[in-house]
């Protein structure tokens, strides 16, 4: 008896990395938890906006430097930027960003990332050493 509906469901995980676990279900200990994101809402007009800002403001204030101390002066910030983004931790850890947002100014102000889904608080667990030996190509 049929009701009409196909073999699979019209719902995707979402999941890029197809990433099967031996059994044919997805490996979520490994690779994490996906979300899924429902193909009928449409996008917020400001939403792009919002996404791009801080890379704006931060494009304006290196224009800004380099309009009044000369070109040293961004190159210098980008690399101590770029040096505090590459602070290392393990895998499973989630980085703060505490010397980028010092850096930036950011470290002094609250905004929606601060209280609205905290990485504290993410859903995204997993066995450590399995997460690590993942990244080193061992599993």
């Not at 719902?11 to 490994?30: A, E, I, K, L």
């Not at 929606?112 to 030996?133: C, K, M, S, T, Y």
Request: net charge neutral.
């Amino acid at each position: 008896m049929s009701f009409g509906f196909s073999g699979k469901m019209g719902v995707s995980s979402g999941r890029s990395d197809n990433s099967v676990g031996f059994y044919g279900v997805p490996d979520v200990m490994t690779s994490g938890l996906t979300t899924r994101k429902a193909l009928t809402i449409p996008a917020h007009p400001l939403e792009a906006t919002e996404r791009s800002f801080h890379d704006n403001k931060l494009r304006m204030e290196m224009n800004m430097l380099r309009n009044t101390q000369g070109l040293h002066a961004p190159l210098k910030m980008a690399m101590e930027l770029k040096a505090a983004h590459k602070v290392g931790r393990l895998p499973f850890l989630p980085s703060s960003n505490l010397m980028a947002d010092v850096l930036l100014g950011r470290d002094d102000q609250l905004s929606f990332e601060d209280f609205l889904n905290p990485v504290e608080f993410r859903e995204e667990g997993g066995q450590p050493h399995a997460i690590v030996e993942k990244s080193l190509g061992i599993l």
